[in-house]
């Protein structure tokens, strides 16, 4: 039982990717689901959660205005979009999900800009 996260790869200074994590059918609609990112020689960070209802998101300040979480509800699937990336947001990113009192993570999807 583990999400599966989709959608790293290379982007250029201030263009956009999607990342998607596929979430197990049974966990999907009552989790709540977030995205974490850990760049090289730094902890792991909190990016964008979102309720199990969709109706509440939270952002770190850092992608604030950029980045949108949301939830793909016929298909169990997490979604990130993120636009205007710039160096900083070079990271592997992670897929959380709580749900049934358990945490499980994803195995990561690396994102890399350059510049």
């Known amino acids: ?3 599966v996260e989709s959608g790293g790869g290379l982007a250029q200074v201030g263009g956009s990717l999607t990342l998607s994590c596929q979430v ?3 966990l999907f609609t009552y989790a ?3 995205w974490h990112r850990q760049a090289p020689g730094k902890e792991r960070e909190l ?4 309720t199990s209802d969709g109706e509440y998101t939270d952002y770190a300040d850092s992608v ?3 980045f949108t979480i949301y939830r793909d509800n016929s298909h169990d699937l997490l979604n990130l979009q993120m636009n205007s990336l710039n160096p900083e947001d070079a990271a592997m990113y992670y897929c959380c ?3 049934n009192g358990a945490i499980y993570w994803g ?3 690396q994102v890399t800009v350059s510049s």
């Open 47 to 50: 990016v964008a959660a979102i």
């Open 64 to 66: 604030k205005g950029r």
């Open 97 to 99: 999900v709580q749900a």
């Open 107 to 109: 195995q990561g999807t």
């Open 24 to 26: 197990p059918g049974f």
């Open 1 to 3: 039982v583990q999400p």
């Open 32 to 34: 709540g689901l977030s």
